[in-house]
């Protein structure tokens, strides 16, 4: 240990000093190496080309300052699939919290067969977004799709891939039904932290159950939700591509997208590449805000014990 | 047994050390069927002579072919041959000297060429508009319409040529029980096709061909907005069934024998031999009687081979060769047969007639016949940049004629403005 020297008693946290200038960048240098080369680099790429026109082939680029901005911006199609995004994240989070957050109280109370009964839950988890999204098709296909039976039952004709709603309950349906498990096996652990000796005294004091999970259970389990919530919003805004790609086949039409999806679209698809950096870097840049505001706002409510 | 396998290795291994053969690379988009064939060619290839060795890399779907074309270029890794579809026939024919014109490659090759050894429909699609073939076609289709034959007997009617007739028959055949129609890929087959098969100007500028600056597509004519106003009439009356963009949801009822025609690919025809219980012919795709100078031929479907620029001469030799090799009429009739899309070369086209294929597979002509209909001002084909996100745009607002959103005229005046809003920009790409 010749290169670390104890810190001082006073200081009560831990603290490790280097005696060499570049050790410590020694260590840091593979993740930085990581960051830079998967995450700088290409974000800096995004922001040049966003301020270019450039054929597809990369034979020219003309520069056209924020036009690119402006185009995006000003479009109403990319207005409404700002909106969509909104709303999909708020549903999707607040249903696949709600849920999870639900059967994990429940599940929690299990006594007799509770191995199975969480296995079941949490099984879902390991299938991953594609396959999901082929499973949710099956689904609600058109033809053949129970769903689409259910629905038909109670007298609506359902049509996902034409209908924009009915796509759109598809959509949310399978992203949904994919999360549950994570945000489960999450509020299980944080349940089982909550200590039988603040749960017994709180039985003393209010007989209602639902007192006692809203005063007592409920914040302490605030830390886990404030994770979760910044996990889930990431899920809908992002890890849903692979469902959206797969429900809508390739075709998107007149099918609800989210802004990472249409990124993908005219930048891929369409080969606009200028078009398709400009709208990654408001979509960075909305993360960005909504992490700071996330992190500001709402972590200070809550009270790590 | 494990003498001669031996054997076999050991001459194998100095076979491959002897030659020290060029290699060359294929990016296509395709799979199923289709994707086994491209193998089966290669492999042919490669066995005929052994100056080259072609590997063929499926690339996923066309769309995706043509991006990860298009980013290896960038890279300068990109393949030596790849497979562009007709869509994105104006993105790489605009993209002056990433590819190497097909015609100017086979005659430095020393090989022969001759444009008029093509089918007439075939010739314009992927060439300059002096008729220099800048892709080699390749998998070429046409829209035709499939009909289920006991639908047909069932109801007492003969199938449509016009869609004059189609509008006549097609209460008896929802009277037999039927949902007389469906179609695939609306974009291909009731816009592109309708302007060819109805012989409608699609684009200023000779389609496109012209010029790329100040192109501008015609879809808000009284014609395409009636094609489309009758097809939404007909969906509400129950005569079209309409299931999305998606091309599969289309097909499934005609498959499954609820609908009694289905306007699907030349190239649908070895699948549908596979997936269809009933019995089922085709047709040509109809046309609009009242239109004058309607009936001619479709453009060309499916999709061209394209020369990569930028590898070694021996390498664009053999890659000339290739293309040489693949319009042979042998391996044309060989393609034909296993995919159902249509042969390129008239020689080819005769060899199968001679062999009496279509004596036993009437609807593998039907393709090919269409495809050599009368020509007209506007059949040759047409050349519009960003052509993929058009179709999207179009595909969006067909959702939304369909489900009751908005009026026919008025989608078209969207695909309109947002069309020449997409060719204006490509215009800005391709000038510098």
Same mark, same amino acid.
């Given at each position: 240990?010749?290169?670390?020297?104890?810190?001082?008693?006073?200081?009560?946290?831990?603290?490790?000093?280097?005696?060499?200038?570049? +050790?410590?960048?020694?260590?840091?240098?593979?993740?930085?190496?990581?960051?830079?080369?998967?995450?700088?680099?290409?974000? #800096?790429? $995004?922001?040049?080309?966003?301020?270019?026109?450039?054929?597809?082939?990369?034979?020219?680029?003309?520069?056209?300052?924020?036009?690119?901005?402006?185009?995006?911006?000003?479009?109403?199609?990319?207005?409404?699939?700002?909106?969509?995004?909104?709303?999909?994240?708020?549903?999707?989070?607040?249903?696949?919290?709600?849920?999870?957050?639900?059967?994990?109280?429940? $599940?929690? &109370?299990?006594?007799?067969?509770?191995?199975?009964?969480?296995?079941?839950?949490?099984?879902?988890? @390991?299938?991953?977004?594609?396959?999901?999204?082929?499973?949710?098709?099956?689904?609600?296909?058109?033809?053949?799709?129970?769903?689409?039976?259910?629905?038909?039952?109670?007298?609506?004709?359902?049509?996902?891939?034409?209908?924009?709603?009915?796509?759109?309950?598809?959509?949310?349906?399978?992203?949904?039904?994919?999360?549950?498990?994570?945000?489960?096996?999450?509020?299980?652990?944080?349940?089982?932290? #909550?200590? #039988? *000796?603040? =749960?017994?005294?709180?039985?003393? %004091?209010?007989?209602?159950?639902?007192?006692?999970?809203?005063?007592?259970?409920?914040?302490?389990?605030?830390?886990?939700?404030?994770?979760?919530?910044?996990?889930?919003?990431?899920?809908?805004?992002?890890?849903?591509?692979?469902?959206?790609?797969?429900?809508?086949?390739?075709?998107?039409?007149?099918?609800?997208?989210?802004?990472?999806?249409?990124?993908?679209? %005219?930048?891929?698809?369409?080969?606009?590449?200028?078009?398709?950096?400009?709208?990654?870097?408001?979509?960075?840049?909305?993360?960005?805000?909504?992490?700071?505001?996330?992190?500001?706002?709402?972590?200070?409510?809550?009270?790590?014990? | 047994?494990?003498?001669?396998?031996?054997?076999?290795?050991?001459?194998?291994?100095?076979?491959?050390?002897?030659?020290? @053969?060029?290699?060359?690379?294929?990016?296509?988009?395709?799979?199923?069927?289709?994707?086994?064939?491209?193998?089966?060619?290669?492999?042919?290839?490669?066995?005929?002579? %052994?100056?080259?060795?072609?590997?063929?890399?499926?690339?996923?779907?066309?769309?995706? @072919?043509?991006?990860?074309?298009?980013?290896?270029?960038?890279?300068?890794?990109?393949?030596?041959?790849?497979?562009?579809?007709?869509?994105?026939?104006?993105?790489?024919?605009?993209?002056?000297?990433?590819?190497?014109?097909?015609?100017?490659?086979?005659?430095?090759?020393?090989?022969?060429?001759?444009?008029?050894?093509?089918?007439?429909?075939? =010739?314009?699609?992927?060439?300059?508009?002096?008729?220099?073939?800048?892709?080699?076609?390749?998998?070429?289709?046409?829209?035709?319409?499939?009909?289920?034959?006991?639908?047909?007997?069932?109801?007492?009617?003969?199938?449509? &040529? +016009?869609?004059?007739?189609?509008?006549?028959?097609?209460?008896?055949?929802?009277?037999?029980?039927?949902?007389?129609?469906?179609? *695939?890929?609306? +974009?291909?087959?009731?816009?592109?096709?309708?302007?060819?098969?109805?012989?409608?100007?699609?684009?200023?500028?000779?389609?496109?061909?012209?010029?790329?600056?100040?192109?501008?597509?015609?879809?808000?004519?009284?014609?395409?907005?009636?094609?489309?106003? &009758?097809?939404?009439?007909?969906? %509400?009356?129950?005569?079209?069934?309409?299931?999305?963009?998606?091309?599969?949801?289309?097909?499934?009822?005609?498959?499954?024998?609820?609908?009694?025609?289905?306007?699907?690919?030349?190239?649908?025809?070895?699948?549908?031999?596979?997936?269809?219980?009933?019995?089922? *012919?085709?047709?040509?795709?109809?046309?609009?009687?009242?239109?004058?100078?309607?009936?001619?031929?479709?453009?060309?479907?499916?999709?061209?081979?394209?020369?990569? $620029? !930028?590898?070694?001469?021996?390498?664009?030799?053999?890659?000339?060769?290739?293309?040489?090799?693949?319009?042979?009429?042998?391996?044309?009739?060989?393609?034909?047969?296993?995919?159902?899309?249509?042969?390129?070369?008239?020689?080819?086209?005769?060899?199968?007639?001679?062999?009496?294929?279509?004596?036993?597979?009437?609807?593998?002509?039907?393709?090919?016949?269409?495809?050599?209909?009368?020509?007209?001002?506007?059949?040759?084909?047409?050349?519009?940049?960003?052509?993929?996100?058009?179709?999207?745009?179009?595909?969006?607002?067909?959702?939304?004629?369909?489900?009751?959103?908005?009026? #026919?005229?008025?989608?078209?005046?969207?695909?309109?403005?947002? !069309?020449?809003?997409?060719?204006? =920009?490509?215009?800005?790409?391709?000038?510098?």
């Amino acid at each position: 240990m010749r290169g670390l020297v104890k810190a001082g008693a006073a200081t009560p946290q831990k603290r490790v000093q280097f005696d060499r200038p570049l +050790t410590p960048w020694l260590f840091l240098a593979p993740q930085l190496a990581v960051v830079v080369i998967f995450f700088y680099w290409p974000s #800096v790429q $995004a922001v040049v080309s966003s301020f270019y026109i450039e054929d597809p082939f990369g034979f020219g680029s003309t520069f056209v300052g924020m036009e690119n901005y402006t185009n995006a911006l000003t479009d109403t199609r990319y207005q409404a699939t700002a909106a969509f995004t909104a709303f999909f994240c708020v549903v999707v989070t607040a249903l696949s919290l709600g849920i999870g957050l639900l059967l994990a109280v429940k $599940a929690d &109370k299990v006594i007799r067969g509770a191995g199975p009964y969480k296995t079941v839950l949490i099984s879902v988890y @390991a299938i991953a977004p594609p396959v999901a999204g082929l499973i949710g098709m099956m689904i609600f296909d058109q033809h053949i799709g129970p769903m689409t039976a259910l629905f038909g039952f109670f007298g609506r004709d359902l049509q996902v891939g034409v209908n924009y709603w009915d796509t759109t309950i598809a959509v949310t349906t399978i992203s949904v039904w994919k999360q549950i498990p994570y945000n489960f096996i999450f509020f299980l652990s944080g349940l089982q932290t #909550v200590p #039988v *000796s603040v =749960r017994e005294a709180a039985l003393i %004091d209010a007989r209602s159950g639902w007192r006692r999970f809203r005063d007592i259970v409920l914040p302490l389990l605030a830390p886990t939700a404030f994770f979760l919530l910044i996990i889930n919003i990431t899920y809908a805004m992002f890890d849903t591509f692979a469902i959206f790609d797969v429900v809508v086949k390739d075709k998107p039409a007149n099918n609800p997208m989210t802004l990472v999806y249409k990124v993908y679209l %005219d930048g891929f698809k369409g080969n606009d590449i200028g078009g398709s950096s400009a709208q990654s870097v408001i979509l960075m840049l909305v993360v960005a805000a909504l992490t700071v505001v996330q992190f500001r706002f709402l972590e200070r409510r809550v009270h790590y014990g | 047994m494990f003498k001669t396998t031996t054997l076999a290795l050991g001459s194998m291994l100095t076979a491959t050390t002897a030659m020290a @053969a060029t290699d060359i690379s294929w990016w296509h988009g395709m799979g199923g069927r289709n994707g086994e064939v491209i193998n089966e060619i290669s492999q042919q290839f490669n066995d005929a002579q %052994d100056q080259c060795n072609l590997t063929p890399i499926s690339r996923g779907t066309y769309e995706e @072919a043509l991006s990860s074309g298009i980013a290896a270029f960038r890279s300068g890794e990109q393949p030596n041959i790849l497979q562009v579809f007709d869509a994105g026939a104006a993105t790489i024919i605009s993209a002056d000297g990433a590819t190497i014109a097909a015609e100017d490659l086979i005659l430095d090759a020393g090989e022969e060429f001759d444009r008029e050894n093509f089918i007439p429909g075939v =010739r314009g699609f992927y060439a300059d508009s002096d008729g220099k073939f800048i892709g080699m076609p390749f998998n070429s289709s046409a829209p035709i319409m499939y009909y289920n034959t006991k639908a047909f007997e069932e109801a007492g009617v003969e199938p449509p &040529k +016009t869609w004059e007739e189609f509008e006549e028959i097609a209460p008896a055949l929802k009277e037999a029980g039927y949902l007389p129609m469906t179609a *695939s890929q609306l +974009t291909w087959m009731m816009v592109e096709n309708f302007k060819s098969r109805n012989n409608q100007q699609f684009a200023t500028n000779n389609n496109g061909y012209d010029a790329i600056e100040g192109t501008e597509i015609i879809v808000t004519d009284e014609n395409q907005v009636m094609m489309f106003e &009758k097809l939404k009439e007909w969906a %509400d009356a129950d005569l079209f069934g309409f299931y999305g963009a998606g091309w599969a949801d289309n097909l499934r009822p005609f498959e499954e024998g609820e609908s009694a025609m289905w306007i699907g690919s030349s190239g649908s025809f070895g699948g549908l031999q596979q997936s269809m219980s009933d019995d089922f *012919s085709a047709v040509f795709m109809p046309y609009w009687d009242s239109i004058e100078g309607a009936g001619t031929q479709s453009f060309i479907g499916g999709a061209a081979l394209f020369a990569m $620029a !930028g590898h070694p001469e021996e390498e664009n030799t053999c890659t000339a060769q290739f293309f040489t090799f693949l319009t042979s009429p042998e391996v044309q009739v060989y393609y034909h047969k296993n995919t159902g899309y249509v042969p390129v070369t008239e020689a080819a086209y005769q060899m199968a007639k001679d062999e009496g294929y279509y004596d036993e597979q009437p609807v593998a002509e039907v393709g090919i016949q269409q495809l050599q209909l009368e020509g007209g001002e506007w059949t040759s084909g047409y050349r519009l940049g960003f052509y993929p996100q058009i179709r999207t745009v179009m595909e969006r607002e067909f959702n939304r004629i369909f489900s009751d959103e908005v009026e #026919v005229g008025e989608a078209f005046e969207i695909i309109e403005t947002e !069309g020449n809003k997409l060719l204006e =920009r490509f215009g800005r790409t391709a000038s510098n």
